[in-house]
Every structure is written in structure tokens, then in C-alpha cells.
């Protein structure tokens, strides 16, 4: 068969062939065949081509074999432009060692499984093996490994949960000295504060601030910082708040620490009428929680010899047994309202802050009718430590939480608070935080983490006004990825997390920004061997 087309494009003959006598004539209409059309056509055609080159060349440069034929091409180029795969190189046999099940009894004793990639290679290239072989070994390797990395992690977690969990001797120690000068010492003893200052405790025109903690050492450092970088500390009153065993050695220290001109007064919880006389709704809450977590998660020995929980798991249920979250001390903020009735307003502390900055201008903030004055956690340059939000702490597969709240809710921080005691008392956040303390207990624990912040998230939901970052740095008992510069910038730092920085654990790069508020010649604290370092 053959094609003329005339010179002037206006008519195409077509020969059929030799059998045939006729031809066929076609006229082409009086429009010309544009030349941009043809361009267009050849442009086509050439990504066409360059294409095809491509992907023949990606499969040569991948170790395939280079195609030679159409058919060949197509069947490499047809499954990739329809979207699908390839068949796979890697022998079937292989998939089916690998998905096998294999008893972890199966390896206890044996010496002749690879105890590294190295040796694994090693093995391989010295001995010529079979594709089943090669993915028995492999297995077997890889669960031993396996294994051996879940134990490395469930015993660094449980020493972890010691290490927080105890109190250091040289906490101790510092306890028992300053309550034995609590009874031999009048000095040790006396009024806090002085009956001059008394009238200021209830006076809103000074800066009030509430620290609730049963760590001597670590409430002598808030309040040590607190008062030496207050540009008006003769303004300061520090309300100190603690637990029946440990208000006499804090009485001690503080009479013997005075820190004038700043007014400090230390208080236990039996010395408030409301706590002794009436029904708190906290105490009965926190006792069916020590049951329920006593029931449900046992020991620690117990929790560490579960062979079937993850790590991540076992880190939780070891966390669970933490004394914190059973102390008091950890829900007391939730009755400040009760605590200090002649109060307007007022910043909560807790004992492991360090104040780097006056926080008198905290009192100038507008709080718009709001509760909590609070630094938000969901934004920021640290996504470890600022990307939470109410997923990360609320259960929101238990529909009692995702009925009520949206998971993509900003969270806050508990550390450094505003609190607006007169517009708490307008509402009914308290009452909601007991409800929900009761529901997290009918539902077995399962609706939030551990700790008061879920409960807090919830009750203070609506009330909260967000302030600027710079008032409240988190993380530091967490990771050490923070830079000191950015770390002396900050109004306040916080060590939330383990690696409290009286504790062995603590970073080292970061404990020095809490060991200057520590005289460490004083005769207590050498007496205890509390050492800087």
C-alpha cells in the first residue's frame, strides 16, 4: 500500500495494492492543514518516545533485564501505567518462613544463632545456603534480638520507676535533721510569719503565690528564686502548704532560711477547718483509686514479668505505681477557691520550677472573666514537649470522652498558673473536676493518663486564658534538647518529667539552672552529702 500527499496538502491518495486497479482519492476540505498542528503532533510523539526511553532505562539501571521487543516492553511498561506492581523477586518460600510463628522456648540455649548483622553476613557468604535456610536464620536472629531489646527496655524503665519514685537518702536525711532542730531548737520553731505580717496573708494588694510540696529542698528552691528575682520583694507572700509529717522540718527550714523582706507562711492541710471537718471529695477519690490501681495493675515485680504487654505498656503500668499520683498534694489546687476565701488572685507554683524572672507583672494580666491564666502546649518550636492536645492525654475511644470534648483541643500546662479565685468561685469547675474523678473510677481508670492534668483539662474546659510562652518553659525533666541560652530566657522553667534535678537522674547540662538557688555550704545540706553535682 502506498500514500501520496500532494504538495499543496489539499489531496491524499491512497494505492491499495497491486490486485486492486482502483484508488482511492480523498479531497481534503478547502481548510489547510495548519503547521502548528503538525508541530504539536511531532511534540507528542517525541514525549512519547522519551518517555518509553526512561522507564527502559530505570528498569536497566535497576539490574533488569534490558527488553529487546515490543512485547517485551509492554509487559514491563502495562503494569506500571495500570498501577500495579511488579511480581516480586523475592522467592515465596521466604514470606512463608518469615510469617511462620516461632516459640521464644525455641531459642533458650542454643549457641548457634547470629548474635549480630555482622555474623549473620559472615555465616551467609561462608556457607551456600537455600532461600529457606537463609530465611530461617533470619528469623531466628531477628526474634532473639527482638527479645533481648524488649528486656534492655523493661529494665531501664523499671530502674527509671525506682530512681523517681524513691526518695534519695540525702532527702531523708534532710528531713529527719531538721525535724530533730524542730524539737531541740526554739529557733527552729518559730511563727511563720510573725504576727506583724499576719494581716498581708489575707491582703490583696501584695503578690500572692500558693506551693503546695512535701520536698523541703525543693520548695527552698522556688521560693529562694521566687524571692531573689523579684524586683519588689517586700510585696511577695509565699503561702507554703504541706502534709502533716512534713510541716515541721518545712517550719525548721524556713525559720532558719528566713527570706526576708519577703513574707512566707507554711501551712499543713490539718490546719484548714474545711479539710478536717468536712467531707473532701478528693481524699475519698484518691482511696478508691489506690484500690482500683492495687487491683488492677499490681506490683512492680508483677507488671515487669508479663511476657505479652509492650514495653510502652509496662512503662505506663509501672508509672501508675509513681507516690505522686496519689498524693495529695498533686490535687490540692483544685480547692484554692476553699483554701484562701479573702484571696482574688493568686499564682500556683509547683516545687519543680525555678523562677528566673520578677512575676509581678503576671497580676497586670487581663484575664477577660477566665479562670486559669496557663501557657498553651500545642504550639512551639519543641514538637516534643509542645504538641499536645486533648488526645494525648483523653481517651477518646470511651465515649463518655468523645461524646463530650474535641480531641484537637488545645492543651495546657499545670506549673505556673494564673488563678482568678474571685471569677472560680462564679463557676462550677470544681464540682466538675470531683464528677469526673468519679467517672474515670466507674470506668475503671480508662479515661484518661495518669495524673491531675486530664481532670484539670476538663474542669477548667472554657475558663482557660492563654499567656505568653516566655512565662512558662516545660521539658526540662524530659529531654535535655534544650539550649541554655533559650533556657535562662524563659520567666519560669519547668522540670516535669523523671529527671527531677535532685534526683541522680536529672540532665546535667540543665540541673545547674536549679543548683545556684542551693547554698550547698549550708550545715544541713552538707550534713545530707547534697552535693552540686
Given at each position: 500500500?502506498?500514500?501520496?500527499?500532494?504538495?499543496?496538502?489539499?489531496?491524499?491518495?491512497?494505492?491499495?495494492?497491486?490486485?486492486?486497479?482502483?484508488?482511492?482519492?480523498?479531497?481534503?476540505?478547502?481548510?489547510?492543514?495548519?503547521?502548528?498542528?503538525?508541530?504539536?503532533?511531532?511534540?507528542?510523539?517525541?514525549?512519547?518516545?522519551?518517555?518509553?526511553?526512561?522507564?527502559?532505562?530505570?528498569?536497566?539501571?535497576?539490574?533488569?533485564?534490558?527488553?529487546?521487543?515490543?512485547?517485551?516492553?509492554?509487559?514491563?511498561?502495562?503494569?506500571?501505567?495500570?498501577?500495579?506492581?511488579?511480581?516480586?523477586?523475592?522467592?515465596?518460600?521466604?514470606?512463608?518462613?518469615?510469617?511462620?510463628?516461632?516459640?521464644?522456648?525455641?531459642?533458650?540455649?542454643?549457641?548457634?544463632?547470629?548474635?549480630?548483622?555482622?555474623?549473620?553476613?559472615?555465616?551467609?557468604?561462608?556457607?551456600?545456603?537455600?532461600?529457606?535456610?537463609?530465611?530461617?536464620?533470619?528469623?531466628?536472629?531477628?526474634?532473639?534480638?527482638?527479645?533481648?531489646?524488649?528486656?534492655?527496655?523493661?529494665?531501664?524503665?523499671?530502674?527509671?520507676?525506682?530512681?523517681?519514685?524513691?526518695?534519695?537518702?540525702?532527702?531523708?536525711?534532710?528531713?529527719?535533721?531538721?525535724?530533730?532542730?524542730?524539737?531541740?531548737?526554739?529557733?527552729?520553731?518559730?511563727?511563720?510569719?510573725?504576727?506583724?505580717?499576719?494581716?498581708?496573708?489575707?491582703?490583696?494588694?501584695?503578690?500572692?503565690?500558693?506551693?503546695?510540696?512535701?520536698?523541703?529542698?525543693?520548695?527552698?528552691?522556688?521560693?529562694?528564686?521566687?524571692?531573689?528575682?523579684?524586683?519588689?520583694?517586700?510585696?511577695?507572700?509565699?503561702?507554703?502548704?504541706?502534709?502533716?509529717?512534713?510541716?515541721?522540718?518545712?517550719?525548721?527550714?524556713?525559720?532558719?532560711?528566713?527570706?526576708?523582706?519577703?513574707?512566707?507562711?507554711?501551712?499543713?492541710?490539718?490546719?484548714?477547718?474545711?479539710?478536717?471537718?468536712?467531707?473532701?471529695?478528693?481524699?475519698?477519690?484518691?482511696?478508691?483509686?489506690?484500690?482500683?490501681?492495687?487491683?488492677?495493675?499490681?506490683?512492680?515485680?508483677?507488671?515487669?514479668?508479663?511476657?505479652?504487654?509492650?514495653?510502652?505498656?509496662?512503662?505506663?503500668?509501672?508509672?501508675?505505681?509513681?507516690?505522686?499520683?496519689?498524693?495529695?498534694?498533686?490535687?490540692?489546687?483544685?480547692?484554692?477557691?476553699?483554701?484562701?476565701?479573702?484571696?482574688?488572685?493568686?499564682?500556683?507554683?509547683?516545687?519543680?520550677?525555678?523562677?528566673?524572672?520578677?512575676?509581678?507583672?503576671?497580676?497586670?494580666?487581663?484575664?477577660?472573666?477566665?479562670?486559669?491564666?496557663?501557657?498553651?502546649?500545642?504550639?512551639?518550636?519543641?514538637?516534643?514537649?509542645?504538641?499536645?492536645?486533648?488526645?494525648?492525654?483523653?481517651?477518646?475511644?470511651?465515649?463518655?470522652?468523645?461524646?463530650?470534648?474535641?480531641?484537637?483541643?488545645?492543651?495546657?500546662?499545670?506549673?505556673?498558673?494564673?488563678?482568678?479565685?474571685?471569677?472560680?468561685?462564679?463557676?462550677?469547675?470544681?464540682?466538675?473536676?470531683?464528677?469526673?474523678?468519679?467517672?474515670?473510677?466507674?470506668?475503671?481508670?480508662s479515661l484518661w493518663q495518669l495524673g491531675t492534668l486530664p481532670p484539670g483539662l476538663i474542669a477548667f474546659h472554657g475558663h482557660v486564658h492563654v499567656i505568653d510562652p516566655f512565662w512558662h518553659m516545660l521539658g526540662f525533666g524530659y529531654q535535655e534538647n534544650t539550649s541554655a541560652a533559650d533556657a535562662k530566657s524563659a520567666g519560669v522553667i519547668h522540670f516535669n518529667g523523671r529527671a527531677k534535678p535532685w534526683l541522680e537522674i536529672a540532665f546535667p547540662k540543665l540541673r545547674p539552672l536549679w543548683a545556684k538557688y542551693v547554698d550547698f555550704s549550708d550545715k544541713f545540706i552538707k550534713g545530707c552529702h547534697i552535693r552540686e553535682s
Amino acid at each position: 500500500m502506498q500514500l501520496h500527499i500532494s504538495p499543496s496538502l489539499r489531496h491524499v491518495t491512497v494505492f491499495p495494492g497491486k490486485e486492486v486497479r482502483e484508488f482511492i482519492k480523498v479531497k481534503v476540505g478547502s481548510r489547510r492543514l495548519s503547521y502548528r498542528m503538525l508541530f504539536y503532533s511531532i511534540l507528542f510523539f517525541t514525549f512519547i518516545l522519551r518517555f518509553v526511553f526512561v522507564m527502559t532505562a530505570v528498569d536497566t539501571i535497576d539490574g533488569e533485564t534490558r527488553c529487546s521487543t515490543i512485547g517485551c516492553l509492554g509487559k514491563r511498561l502495562g503494569p506500571r501505567i495500570l498501577g500495579r506492581r511488579l511480581e516480586s523477586s523475592v522467592p515465596e518460600v521466604v514470606y512463608q518462613v518469615l510469617e511462620e510463628p516461632i516459640g521464644k522456648d525455641e531459642l533458650k540455649g542454643r549457641s548457634d544463632i547470629p548474635q549480630s548483622l555482622d555474623e549473620f553476613m559472615a555465616e551467609i557468604k561462608d556457607s551456600n545456603i537455600d532461600a529457606r535456610t537463609f530465611a530461617i536464620k533470619l528469623r531466628e536472629m531477628i526474634t532473639l534480638l527482638e527479645e533481648r531489646t524488649r528486656n534492655a527496655k523493661i529494665q531501664e524503665y523499671l530502674y527509671r520507676h525506682v530512681a523517681s519514685s524513691s526518695i534519695p537518702k540525702q532527702l531523708h536525711c534532710l528531713a529527719l535533721r531538721l525535724a530533730n532542730e524542730h524539737s531541740t531548737n526554739a529557733a527552729a520553731r518559730l511563727q511563720l510569719p510573725s504576727a506583724e505580717f499576719v494581716p498581708a496573708l489575707v491582703d490583696n494588694s501584695f503578690f500572692h503565690f500558693v506551693l503546695a510540696s512535701d520536698n523541703i529542698l525543693a520548695a527552698s528552691v522556688v521560693a529562694t528564686s521566687l524571692v531573689q528575682n523579684s524586683l519588689r520583694p517586700h510585696k511577695v507572700v509565699l503561702h507554703i502548704i504541706t502534709d502533716r509529717k512534713t510541716y515541721c522540718p518545712m517550719q525548721a527550714w524556713f525559720s532558719l532560711h528566713p527570706l526576708s523582706p519577703a513574707i512566707i507562711e507554711v501551712k499543713a492541710l490539718h490546719h484548714f477547718d474545711w479539710f478536717s471537718k468536712g467531707k473532701v471529695p478528693v481524699l475519698e477519690a484518691m482511696e478508691k483509686d489506690q484500690k482500683v490501681r492495687s487491683q488492677f495493675r499490681g506490683g512492680s515485680s508483677a507488671i515487669v514479668a508479663n511476657n505479652t504487654d509492650k514495653p510502652n505498656v509496662i512503662a505506663a503500668k509501672l508509672q501508675a505505681l509513681s507516690p505522686k499520683y496519689n498524693s495529695i498534694m498533686n490535687h490540692i489546687r483544685i480547692h484554692l477557691p476553699e483554701m484562701f476565701p479573702s484571696l482574688n488572685k493568686v499564682v500556683f507554683l509547683d516545687d519543680d520550677v525555678v523562677v528566673q524572672t520578677d512575676l509581678s507583672p503576671l497580676w497586670d494580666i487581663d484575664m477577660n472573666g477566665k479562670v486559669n491564666g496557663a501557657v498553651e502546649t500545642c504550639r512551639g518550636g519543641d514538637k516534643f514537649v509542645m504538641s499536645k492536645k486533648f488526645k494525648s492525654y483523653l481517651n477518646f475511644s470511651h465515649p463518655l470522652i468523645s461524646n463530650n470534648f474535641d480531641p484537637n483541643t488545645c492543651a495546657w500546662a499545670y506549673g505556673m498558673n494564673i488563678f482568678d479565685l474571685e471569677a472560680w468561685r462564679k463557676t462550677n469547675i470544681s464540682r466538675t473536676y470531683h464528677y469526673w474523678l468519679e467517672q474515670n473510677l466507674k470506668s475503671d481508670l480508662s479515661l484518661w493518663q495518669l495524673g491531675t492534668l486530664p481532670p484539670g483539662l476538663i474542669a477548667f474546659h472554657g475558663h482557660v486564658h492563654v499567656i505568653d510562652p516566655f512565662w512558662h518553659m516545660l521539658g526540662f525533666g524530659y529531654q535535655e534538647n534544650t539550649s541554655a541560652a533559650d533556657a535562662k530566657s524563659a520567666g519560669v522553667i519547668h522540670f516535669n518529667g523523671r529527671a527531677k534535678p535532685w534526683l541522680e537522674i536529672a540532665f546535667p547540662k540543665l540541673r545547674p539552672l536549679w543548683a545556684k538557688y542551693v547554698d550547698f555550704s549550708d550545715k544541713f545540706i552538707k550534713g545530707c552529702h547534697i552535693r552540686e553535682s
